[in-house]
């Protein structure tokens, strides 16, 4: 009895230090919010400074662009957005639902299968493992442009191009090694114990995947998904080889008609369109990136 | 003067031949369903545009044709068609460029025109020499889609405001450095005469034939020498020094940039080097009136400029209907609503039927341009031998060695004697 | 076999996507390189077989070659540390709890997402031009910058700033592995009134362990590969002078410019063989200080 009194109090007395602890560094943290909110916020205009430029450009007359003007326009030609979406053979409206339907099946692709393939690196044990794992890690080394021609060559053979196969199948194939490894070093930070006790209790391996990792890998997942978003929505190397058509072109390989080396380009139609182009990103990373910082509340199971 | 003699024989030509020419091309529907061709070009947005209507007028006229039409800008142009090329997969039709048409036709990717020439093919209304440039190894592997040569672009206004007067025909490297430190003077700081021609390797070429040397001799040798080379680019230190052209740094910083960043267009020099067909977007990008004089001349020497084709369009050996594509390529060059549509935007038209028809609708930059080009004929060279395999790669060398020495980090001497060397074993390994 | 299968089956059914994908559509083209690695082959013709001899023209002859592996050098060593420690920092000011941090993120973030687009070529020229923003600002300290861009003795430079300046990826990994750390261990510590730094080298970097290994790995990657950055920056042939000759702008320029494939191929696995060493390296000394919550048992 006694003995357990003074546990409880022991307990008592932590919770009232670790509760005057938190006080006072919440109070702290206020005193230092501001300094650090100056901080961060000057440094923020050195990184707002390009977006700015861009938005100043799309909106200046053709030749003050490149001048050593100010960076205010003299004259606001809002036109290059209107007429920029237009000016091209077919018009941004098709260029944005090709890209949309890319990225969007590229980055489901990305998430299922490379997640599976990191859980088999990460938390099962089968044969043959360290060397697959070698493997993939190869395929992140080689420089992309050697493997261009013959893996063209291959599309070609299997009829696939002018259409978004040669982009998207790959992506449910867990052709990006770079979400593979992430998510490995993600999966491997977990508790063993916890796969441990789901398979005492009968979970199968399939089920310990759905049940426990994916749902404490919130900030692993958010982060590739991210990634992937950002990283195909702006691809256009892929795209350029295997698209033909104007047709069926996305928004990147759109923005580079804009421009032409040796003759007139419509620069400020370009900006405009990028200044756009820039905003289906921006959503999905504000979006998504509300869900890494979800990631403490399941921390809380460990 | 000289322009209404050209004019003059011109027309006669096009009276003597005239008729011939399929009166319409889009006339006539010979094919039947489901034909299909590929044109693949690089290009601008204003160039997209006028392809896109002629295949749709080419359609129009030809029921069941299908002619799908690819562009991507010129850095992604040659990527491109590498692949597609290796995969034997290329358009039916591309667009070539002079420096890539003898890489692609020595190494058996495009197909003679021969055998369509007055049968599917007519040429009556071209220049001879138009047609000349796409003539490989004694046949005509590519069709000229539009002419052009080079071209010293000055700002009228800047000259002006100089007192400077010259003969844009005729006019010496000597007439052009008092001219241009004339402009920097009466101009503020920062603001010079003219853009330095060191890192140009298009003007080492025109200073080495007015020397008397085509860079590439008729066997594909490198005949350019050192010494020519040594003095051109004295010639260039030497206006560097007198401020009549920006210095070293300036121009560094200008390499590969594109023509809304050139110096004339940023009103940061008053006169530069550039192609003709180059004109009508620089005036459009230019407040002030840009005026187009020659390169200038050396003394007691060669004609250095020449008369190209700016662009051609050629038949690819993976062409799956060769005869349909080769219709199509004569529609492109004869056809009198496709020719109006395409303009003067990928050069000056070989056939002189089209320049004709065309005249009455130019625009004020299109005149100073076909003004320009008419005035030079008898003033240019003939054209250099074909250059040999690599010498895409020599021009990069070029500039690579220029940029040392421009920078002051090799010398002349050392740079000049580096540079031939160097196009000599590019010249070995390549062929 | 029965108990064969019991062992290996799960994991291979997981690992199926990928080994498809991997034996169908990588392996393939991986394996099709090495072979034009020993041939020339300009694209249009068929590959002709040569043996060694890329190899040894590239090894004994090839200056350009030494000079690409200088300038790719130089630049992993510049900028791999500036990035990651930059990402880690601002990781560690954006993770602890202060208002409006998802926008201060999102700002952050930005100059990534701009990647190597053909605003970037031009903003960065215009930034380090003779009369830029960079030597404004250097002037006000009376310091007379040179055109950086056009110096070949600076050109690199700009790109590491760049580098990192677009540190927004590593910085978005750190954060996420920094979520991952329980908040209790830092009040456990703060009770035991250890310091920050001492928190620091005691929680936060043993707990990242592995995320700072996988952004060493794959930032060293990465800039070993770097390409996009530099080729709109150098106009796609490593100006001025060579000194933004990246190897695999190098590379490029062999395969794609001057139709030599065979030598583009034999300088990739060339470079492969580079990473591949670097990368066994890393993996090897990652046993002394990378440990997972998964082996601790």
């Keep these: 009895m006694a003995e357990s009194i003074t546990t409880y109090d022991k307990n008592a007395d932590a919770a009232e230090v670790s509760k005057k602890l938190r006080a006072a560094r919440v109070k702290r943290e206020n005193r230092q919010g501001l300094r650090k909110h100056l901080f961060l916020g000057i440094f923020a205009l050195f990184m707002l400074y390009p977006l700015l430029w861009m938005l100043a450009s799309s909106l200046k007359p053709e030749n003050e662009i490149f001048g050593r003007l100010s960076i205010w326009p003299s004259e606001f030609i809002w036109s290059n957005y209107t007429e920029g979406w237009m000016r091209l053979q077919v018009s941004f409206t098709q260029f944005y639902s090709n890209s949309a339907l890319v990225t969007i099946l590229s980055v489901i692709g990305n998430l299922i299968s490379c997640s599976f393939a990191a859980y088999a690196f990460a938390r099962l044990t089968f044969s043959w493992s360290k060397f697959w794992f070698a493997l993939m890690m190869m395929t992140l080394m080689i420089p992309y442009h050697v493997v261009l021609i013959p893996q063209y060559v291959m599309f070609l053979k299997l009829g696939w191009i002018d259409t978004y196969l040669p982009l998207v199948v790959p992506r449910f194939l867990a052709s990006d090694a770079f979400f593979i490894f992430l998510m490995v070093q993600f999966f491997r930070q977990l508790p063993r114990e916890l796969d441990e006790a789901a398979s005492i209790d009968g979970c199968s391996p399939y089920k310990i995947y759905w049940a426990i990792i994916m749902p404490l890998s919130m900030p692993a997942m958010a982060t590739a998904g991210i990634f992937s978003f950002i990283w195909v929505w702006e691809d256009f190397l892929a795209p350029l080889i295997y698209l033909n058509d104007i047709q069926n072109y996305t928004v990147p390989l759109a923005l580079r008609l804009f421009v032409a080396e040796d003759s007139q380009s419509a620069y400020g139609q370009m900006f405009a369109m990028s200044i756009l182009s820039l905003v289906p990103v921006l959503l999905f990373f504000v979006i998504f990136q509300k869900l890494i910082i979800k990631g403490i509340a399941m921390s809380g199971l460990k | ?431 | 076999m029965r108990k064969f299968l019991a062992k290996n089956a799960p994991g291979y059914v997981f690992l199926s996507p990928w080994l498809i994908g991997f034996l169908f559509l990588a392996l393939g083209p991986i394996l099709v390189s090495l072979y034009l690695s020993f041939t020339k082959y300009d694209m249009i013709g068929d590959p002709r077989w040569v043996g060694l001899s890329q190899y040894e023209y590239m090894f004994t002859k090839d200056k350009r070659f030494w000079k690409s592996l200088q300038v790719t050098f130089t630049y992993v060593i510049l900028a791999v540390p500036a990035r990651l420690a930059f990402a880690l920092m601002i990781a560690m000011v954006l993770d602890k709890g202060i208002r409006a941090i998802g926008i201060y993120r999102a700002l952050y973030y930005l100059p990534s997402i701009l990647g190597a687009s053909i605003a970037i070529a031009i903003l960065w020229r215009q930034i380090f031009n003779i009369d830029g923003v960079v030597n404004a600002f250097l002037s006000m300290f009376g310091i007379q910058g040179p055109n950086w861009i056009a110096n070949p003795d600076t050109s690199l430079y700009t790109l590491v700033v760049l580098a990192m300046w677009q540190f927004g990826s590593p910085m978005l990994i750190f954060l996420a592995g920094l979520r991952g750390i329980s908040p209790e261990l830092y009040e456990a510590a703060e009770i035991d009134a250890a310091s920050k730094p001492r928190q620091f080298f005691a929680i936060t970097l043993p707990l990242l362990a592995p995320v700072i290994f996988f952004n060493i790995i794959l930032q060293t990657i990465e800039a070993f590969k770097t390409f996009s950055s530099a080729f709109i920056i150098s106009n796609g042939d490593g100006s001025p002078a060579d000194s933004l000759l990246f190897f695999t702008i190098y590379l490029f320029n062999e395969a794609f410019k001057f139709f030599r494939m065979g030598y583009a191929s034999a300088l990739a696995w060339t470079l492969l063989v580079i990473i591949g060493a670097f990368t066994a390296l890393s993996f090897f000394a990652s046993k002394y200080w990378v440990h997972y919550e998964n082996e601790k048992d």
């Design chain 2, 1 to 431: 003067m000289k322009k209404f003699n050209r004019r003059k024989i011109l027309k006669g030509m096009a009276i003597g031949t005239g008729g011939v020419a399929a009166s319409s091309m889009f006339g006539t529907s010979a094919f039947a369903a489901d034909e299909r061709i590929r044109h693949f070009w690089w290009g601008n947005p204003s160039r997209d545009e006028r392809t896109y209507k002629v295949i749709d007028l080419f359609k129009g006229a030809n029921a069941g044709v299908e002619v799908s039409g690819e562009t991507v800008g010129w850095g992604d142009y040659w990527t491109k068609m590498a692949t597609q090329t290796a995969g034997k997969n290329m358009a039916d039709l591309v667009q070539m460029d002079y420096r890539f048409l003898f890489e692609y036709v020595r190494r058996g990717a495009l197909l003679p025109l021969d055998d369509y020439f007055n049968n599917t093919l007519f040429l009556d209304d071209f220049d001879k020499s138009a047609i000349s440039g796409g003539i490989v190894d004694g046949k005509l592997y590519a069709l000229n889609i539009g002419s052009n040569s080079q071209v010293c672009i000055y700002n009228t206004a800047m000259v002006e405001a100089a007192g400077a007067e010259f003969d844009p025909i005729n006019w010496s490297h000597k007439d052009q450095m008092a001219v241009a430190q004339k402009i920097s003077e009466s101009t503020p700081d920062g603001v010079h005469g003219v853009d330095d021609a060191t890192l140009d390797n298009v003007m080492w070429e025109v200073w080495s034939r007015q020397s008397g040397k085509p860079f590439y001799g008729p066997e594909g040798t490198v005949d350019g020498t050192v010494a020519d080379l040594e003095k051109f680019w004295e010639h260039w230190a030497e206006m560097r020094a007198s401020g009549a052209a920006p210095d070293a740094e300036h121009s560094v910083g200008k390499l590969g940039s594109k023509m809304a960043e050139s110096g004339v267009v940023t009103q940061e020099t008053a006169m530069s080097y550039m192609w003709s067909n180059q004109i009508v977007g620089v005036q459009s990008l230019s407040k002030d009136i840009i005026g187009a004089a020659m390169h200038p001349h050396m003394d007691g020497g060669d004609p250095g400029q020449f008369i190209k084709p700016s662009m051609f369009m050629a038949l690819t050996r993976d062409s799956k209907n060769p005869e349909l594509a080769v219709q199509y390529m004569n529609a492109w060059v004869n056809d009198a609503e496709a020719t109006a549509v395409l303009g003067l935007e990928r050069g000056i038209p070989a056939s002189s039927k089209v320049r004709d028809a065309l005249a009455p609708n130019f625009s004020d930059a299109e005149k100073v341009s076909v003004d320009y080009f008419n005035a030079i004929q008898t003033k240019v060279g003939t054209l250099s031998p074909p250059p040999p395999k690599g010498a895409g790669e020599t021009q990069d060398a070029y500039v690579r060695v220029a940029t040392n020495v421009i920078l002051g980090n090799t010398s002349i001497k050392d740079g000049a004697t580096a540079f031939i060397d160097e196009a000599n074993s590019i010249i070995d390994r390549a062929s």
